[in-house]
C-alpha cells in the first residue's frame, strides 16, 4: 500500500521559497508517476506539476512554469516540489499524488492519480 505524506509547508513571505517533500513510508515510489496538486478555499484542486517515473519529463501549469521545479530522487523514495518567487495565489494545501500507470496521459487530471498524501498548507503573506 502506498502512503503518502507531504512536508515543508508553512507561511512564507512574497517572493520568498519553500521545498515541499512527498515520501512514501510504505513502498517505493521509485516506478511511480508522481504530481503535485493544490486546493485553496473554495476552489477545485489544480494540477501544479508532474514528473515521470525516471525524472525524464516534467510538466507545469502556466502558474507554475519559471518558478516552481518538480523533481525525484528514486534512492531516498522522495519527490520535491521546489518553489520560488512565491505569490499570495500560490496560498493553498498542497497534494502530492502518485500513479502506478508510467504513461503521462492526462497528468494534469486529479482521476489520474491513485494514490494521494494528505496535504500540506502553504500560506503566503503580501
Known amino acids: 500500500q502506498v502512503q503518502l505524506v507531504e512536508s515543508g509547508g508553512g507561511l512564507v513571505q512574497a517572493g520568498g521559497s519553500l521545498r515541499l517533500s512527498c515520501a512514501d513510508s510504505?513502498?517505493?515510489?521509485?516506478?511511480?508517476?508522481i504530481a503535485w496538486f493544490r486546493q485553496a478555499p473554495g476552489k477545485e484542486r489544480e494540477f501544479v506539476a508532474s514528473?515521470?517515473?525516471?525524472?525524464?519529463?516534467?510538466y507545469y501549469s502556466a502558474s507554475a512554469k519559471g518558478r516552481f521545479t518538480i523533481s525525484r530522487d528514486n534512492a531516498k523514495n522522495t519527490a520535491y516540489l521546489q518553489m520560488n518567487s512565491l505569490k499570495p495565489e500560490d496560498t493553498a494545501v498542497y497534494y502530492c499524488?502518485?500513479?502506478?500507470?508510467?504513461?503521462?496521459?492526462?497528468?494534469?487530471?486529479?482521476?489520474?492519480?491513485?494514490?494521494w498524501g494528505q496535504g500540506t498548507q502553504v500560506s503566503v503573506s503580501s
Open positions: 499524488a502518485a500513479d502506478s500507470v508510467q504513461s503521462l496521459f492526462n497528468y494534469y487530471k486529479p482521476d489520474k492519480y491513485e494514490y
Open positions: 510504505g513502498r517505493t515510489l521509485s516506478s511511480y508517476v
Open positions: 514528473i515521470s517515473w525516471n525524472g525524464d519529463h516534467t
